[in-house]
T-cell receptor
């Protein structure tokens, strides 16, 4: 089975621009979660989508948004980029079952200049 | 809100020896899960081990085992027979049960295995 894939792997953007990151979950997984990893703040939860609905949301400003499509693929968008948005963005997919187990993608490294 | 604390920023161990990474957490929940994830230099997050809070028995996965002390809110990871490939950042994480898949991570511990 193919793992979680994220595109692009690397991205360089300018302050003020917007960016869209994509995540394709493992086949059959309907839950997709996004995390931001920075040296200063560590790993922080952004949001989770399940069956095209946002199920959980972290404490990030409204510039961070996401969506999930009917095939469970998810995108996250960051508008009006700031230097502090430079980070590794990780996506994780999961079967919605107990006990839970999240499988992570390789991440997208975003650099804002 | 839940918090996860890893008090050891860095640790090192000789190959073939045993090392224990510490983790404490704070929650008022009774039903939850705890995890240890490994992130090697490739940045790929890999699940090492999982513990259900309702289980008293400590989880074990090959060379990896945990010491789960629910009352003390402590969840340490023991790595036996350390190997060079164990060199990585290790994250302790908490997930509330029946609340979707939201992980709360600790700050991480860098583990270096020396030959």
């Amino acid at each position: 089975k193919a793992g979680v894939t994220q595109t692009p792997r690397y991205l360089i953007k300018t302050r003020g621009q917007q960016v869209t990151l994509s995540c394709s979950p493992i086949s059959g997984h309907r839950s997709v979660s996004w995390y931001q990893q920075t040296p200063g703040q560590g790993l922080q939860f952004l949001f989770e989508y399940f069956s095209e609905t946002q199920r959980n949301k972290g404490n990030f400003p409204g510039r961070f948004s996401g969506r999930q499509f009917s095939n469970s693929r998810s995108e996250m968008n960051v508008s009006t980029l700031e230097l502090g948005d430079s980070a590794l963005y990780l996506c994780a997919s999961s079967l919605n079952r107990d006990p839970p187990e999240q499988y992570f993608g390789p991440g997208t490294r975003l650099t804002v200049t | 809100a839940q918090t996860v604390t890893q008090s050891q920023p860095e640790m090192s161990v000789q190959e073939a020896e045993t090392v224990t990474l510490s983790c404490t957490y704070d929650t008022s929940e009774n039903n939850y899960y705890l995890f240890w994830y490994k992130q090697p230099p490739s940045r790929q997050m890999i699940l090492v081990i999982r513990q259900e809070a309702y289980k008293q028995q400590n989880a074990t996965e090959n060379r990896f085992s945990v010491n789960f002390q629910k009352a003390a809110k402590s969840f340490s990871l023991k790595i036996s027979d350390s190997q060079l490939g164990d060199t990585a950042m290790y994250f302790c994480a908490f997930m509330k049960a029946e609340y979707g898949n939201k992980l709360v991570f600790g700050a991480g511990t860098i583990l270096r295995v020396k030959s």
